[in-house]
């Protein structure tokens, strides 16, 4: 079985990442008078324009219906985000952003990209697709774990060399 060794605590980390992400894009929400979680919504739906409900949004950022259903709620009232009713099934609702947010969330989209060049700073080309492929797998484990896949809840006996 592989001991692992991080300098420091791995989770504390991902939550510095997280912290750092968050102050960012409250930053810019901010100077647009947008609430967190308003330019969360916004960030999302304009990065993933695909996954379109509320619960979607809920889902992927982990974050309460509640978060997103207030979030969809005001953005809706603003004029920023326009809601239609799925013809299939009424319960839902596909959003997407409206003419009049597609500057503030272009400007949501900068700040994304300013946080993605703080953390990859000091990082050269090579050693970015590395890391971009790295956590890429990485989430691909973690996706089979929180499933329950049998293969992936047992640790390799492999050692790193």
């Not at 739906?45 to 409900?53: Q, T």
Request: some cysteine.
């Amino acid at each position: 079985m592989i001991d692992f060794q991080f300098e420091g605590n791995f989770l504390y980390y991902v939550r510095l990442i997280k912290r750092l992400y968050e102050s960012t894009l409250a930053a810019a929400a901010q100077e647009l008078s947008l609430t967190l979680p308003e330019a969360d919504v916004l960030c999302f739906l304009r990065e993933n324009p695909e996954f379109d409900a509320a619960r979607d949004v809920a889902n992927y950022r982990d974050v309460s219906r509640a978060y997103v259903s207030r979030a969809v709620e005001m953005l809706t009232a603003k004029g920023l985000l326009e809601a239609r009713q799925d013809p299939d099934d009424r319960r839902y609702q596909h959003l997407s952003i409206s003419e009049k947010a597609s500057g503030a969330a272009d400007a949501l989209h900068e700040a994304q990209q300013r946080f993605y060049e703080m953390v990859t700073k000091d990082l050269d080309e090579e050693e970015l697709l590395t890391m971009l492929t790295l956590i890429a797998r990485c989430a691909s484990n973690v996706e089979r774990a929180s499933r329950g896949d049998a293969a992936s809840s047992s640790l390799s006996t492999k050692t790193l060399s």
